[in-house]
């Protein structure tokens, strides 16, 4: 298994949908995890991060399965202003470095 | 005025050439790092730092060196560019967080290099 491995889309849907994505990772020994958006050409800015089995914040909710070493990102009501591409981040924690492993990213486009 | 710049913001060069890349930082993060984004590969961690006496190799260092003038100042170099050295390159910082929670990493905006 690639350390991080995302479906890289692109999510085509209407505003207003509900859309998740899907992360998995293959160290088990790390213990939080991030999701990073990033719009074409800008750097990636940090949407939320997740420690314990989920994390909510407004329209957004991620959660952690590690018995699965996955991650999800569920976008609830889709704006327009969500299109974007959303990087899974998982840390490699060893010898604490907190090194991190981005993903691909999953593209999202928002349509009217 | 951003927290983290990164200079030049596009940069055309020719094989060969020498070129550096610099980083400053007004967060008072100890951290910092330099990626790079390919399309299609994500982001590649070429060097990081964790304070002014401490350099370490990310996974992609063949090609690069980096300085560590200041706790603000992180300059990437490429001593002779080549084409594949065409990328999005970006630095960040971080504070090292709270174990076991990793620390948050923030971008400047990048650098585009082209290598001819």
């Known amino acids: 298994r690639k350390e991080v491995e995302q479906d890289p889309g692109p999510f085509n849907v209407p505003e207003g949908a509900t859309v998740a994505f899907n992360c998995t990772y293959s160290n088990s020994a790390s213990q939080s995890f991030f999701w990073y958006r990033q719009d074409c050409r800008k750097e990636p800015k940090l949407l939320m991060s997740?420690?314990?089995s989920g994390n909510e914040d407004g329209r957004f909710t991620a959660q952690l399965n590690r018995a699965s070493q996955y991650i999800s990102l569920l976008i609830r009501d889709s704006k327009l202003s969500d299109s974007a591409t959303y990087l899974c981040v998982v840390p490699l924690s060893g010898a604490g470095s907190y090194q991190l492993t981005f993903g691909k990213g999953t593209k999202l486009s928002v349509i009217p | 005025d951003a927290d983290v710049t990164q200079t030049p913001r596009n940069r055309i060069t020719k094989t060969g050439k020498r070129i550096m890349l610099e980083c400053s930082q007004t967060k008072g993060h100890d951290r910092m790092y330099w990626y790079r984004q390919d399309p299609g590969l994500g982001l590649r961690l070429i060097y990081y730092?964790?304070?002014?006496?401490?350099?370490n190799k990310g996974e992609i260092s063949d090609g690069y060196s980096v300085s560590r003038q200041a706790q603000a100042k992180f300059s990437l170099s490429l001593e002779s560019a080549i084409p594949n050295q065409t990328a999005l390159y970006f630095c960040a910082t971080s504070d090292g967080g709270t174990r076991p929670v990793a620390d948050t990493q923030y971008f400047g905006p990048g650098t585009r290099l082209t290598v001819l």
């Open positions: 730092s964790f304070d002014v006496k401490d350099i």
């Open positions: 997740v420690y314990s």
